[in-house]
């Protein structure tokens, strides 16, 4: 595709042209908005307010959705307030409100009463919802029918319904009050005979979720049954709204991003490249100056056992072995039980079978580190007993460490606690100081 090689400079010199709208419209109107935001992205605020202008609905207002919510805003801000309402009302409704959430409380004030009442109706209702529910990610664009008509008729109405709905392939079946009867596919309706009624060929065991539900229930629920949507309900069993697939990868992603800065003890995700260092730095420095006091543990130890370092000085030597061991074998059981977690393959009430087969795991492999500790320990340093102080604190340390590593996350979780906080470097501060205490324990009773 030729247009694959337009790079940004030539753009901004056809935003200069006359007839700069319709010149971009033939650059463009071809391509995904995925593709017009890559060619796009490194553009100025301004230059792409002109481009989602020139592009107009339904094109332009997708491109405008590539972009990330602090971006977003900058370009909005070089709309006029008509196009302001234009964009919001040609949003998908979950995204508007997710993005209507950004905004400061005057822009909301400008812009909401220019926009037409339904769509202004549709965010008012879905503000209302807790952040972090099913309320705060559904689409209230969703394709639904009446028990009572015929299959013919149905796909006479959902014809009008596609133009505007997020999705048509599955669609709900309702009453007059909205309650949820049941759902039916498109491919249903299609094969049906014509004359044949809804109610009749529509499936009853509807997979759902409830409003107030955790947004990570409600895509692990999608995820298990394999949907491309799952409807969403209130107490009284009408339908709310529905959440897609789409809104499943999102949740996914922000969910193992979250996962992975706290297991790394980041602090909250924040935007990289988009945030000044001074706020990068106010989310990590908690979690460092909680690692730096426990460095104060580990050297209070050391303080403690003084006399054992100065009296066999080739102890220190092992020091950084033991404490890099112990720190791998923690942080790789705590990796696997926190993806259990996750994935629902672990349970906290498996917490006793967990701990003995960790302990079993640790056995084995601090058996083989213990049995190479020794070793070099004998040959470098020619001291049976230093060998067997090494040895024996390599198999109690992994040991420890990789029970811990396992059961601290289940704790986290028991005590309604991200288990995710149970961070790599926390793990291996933790085990630093068990390692110390046992190595030296070892020593004192070796060397006495």
Same mark, same amino acid.
């Given at each position: ?42 553009? /100025? ?10 592009? +107009?609905?339904? *094109? ?6 590539? =972009? ?10 070089? =709309? ?17 409100? &997710? ?30 919802? $807790? ?12 394709? =639904? *029918? ?6 013919? +008729? ?57 409003? &107030? &539900? ?89 303080? $403690?056992?003084?006399?054992? *370092? ?6 220190? #030597? ?36 967990? #701990?003995? /087969? ?78 110390? *205490? ?11």
């Amino acid at each position: 595709m030729q247009n694959k090689s337009i790079i940004s400079p030539e753009i901004e010199e056809v935003l200069k042209l006359p007839n700069k709208d319709e010149e971009i419209r033939k650059l463009f109107l071809d391509l995904h908005p995925r593709e017009i935001f890559t060619l796009c992205e490194d553009l /100025k605020p301004q230059q792409n307010a002109q481009i989602v202008i020139a592009l +107009k609905s339904p *094109l332009g207002i997708e491109f405008f959705q590539q =972009f990330k919510t602090k971006r977003q805003r900058g370009i909005f801000r070089h =709309f006029s307030k008509e196009w302001m309402a234009d964009i919001l009302e040609d949003m998908a409704p979950d995204e508007r409100t &997710d993005f209507i959430k950004t905004l400061s409380k005057e822009q909301t004030g400008q812009v909401l009463p220019l926009i037409a009442q339904a769509e202004r109706n549709d965010i008012k209702k879905l503000l209302q919802y $807790k952040e972090g529910t099913a309320g705060s990610i559904l689409t209230t664009e969703y394709a =639904f *029918l009446s028990q009572d008509i015929t299959a013919s +008729k149905a796909l006479n109405q959902l014809r009008k319904q596609a133009f505007d709905r997020e999705t048509i392939y599955y669609v709900y079946v309702i009453d007059n009050e909205r309650k949820l009867l049941g759902f039916i596919s498109l491919k249903d309706i299609l094969i049906s005979n014509g004359n044949k009624l809804i109610k009749d060929i529509m499936h009853l065991n509807i997979i759902n979720a409830h409003i &107030d &539900d955790d947004k990570e229930q409600v895509a692990k629920k999608l995820a298990d049954y394999d949907l491309l949507a799952i409807p969403i309900v209130d107490t009284e069993n009408r339908l709310i709204g529905i959440v897609t697939v789409d809104d499943v990868v999102d949740i996914i992603e922000q969910e193992h991003t979250e996962d992975i800065y706290k297991h790394g003890a980041a602090g909250d995700y924040v935007d990289y490249m988009g945030s000044p260092p001074r706020l990068i730095a106010k989310h990590r420095i908690i979690w460092l100056l909680v690692l730096v006091a426990m460095g104060f543990v580990s050297g209070m130890v050391m303080e $403690k056992y003084a006399y054992q *370092l100065q009296a066999v000085v080739a102890l220190t #030597f092992f020091i950084p072995l033991l404490c890099g061991s112990g720190g791998n074998a923690g942080t790789q059981s705590s990796t696997v039980v926190i993806r259990g977690l996750a994935t629902g393959e672990i349970q906290i009430r498996d917490v006793l079978k967990i #701990f003995l /087969k960790e302990l079993s795991i640790g056995g084995i492999v601090g058996l083989a580190m213990g049995i190479l500790a020794a070793f070099r320990a004998l040959v470098l340093n020619k001291d049976p007993l230093l060998a067997i102080t090494v040895g024996s604190a390599m198999i109690a340390t992994v040991i420890v460490a990789t029970t811990l590593g396992a059961v601290l996350p289940l704790l986290f979780k028991k005590m309604k606690l991200d288990p995710a906080l149970m961070s790599g470097p926390f793990i291996a501060s933790i085990v630093d100081i068990v390692s110390l *205490l046992v190595y030296f324990r070892i020593a004192v009773l070796v060397f006495a």
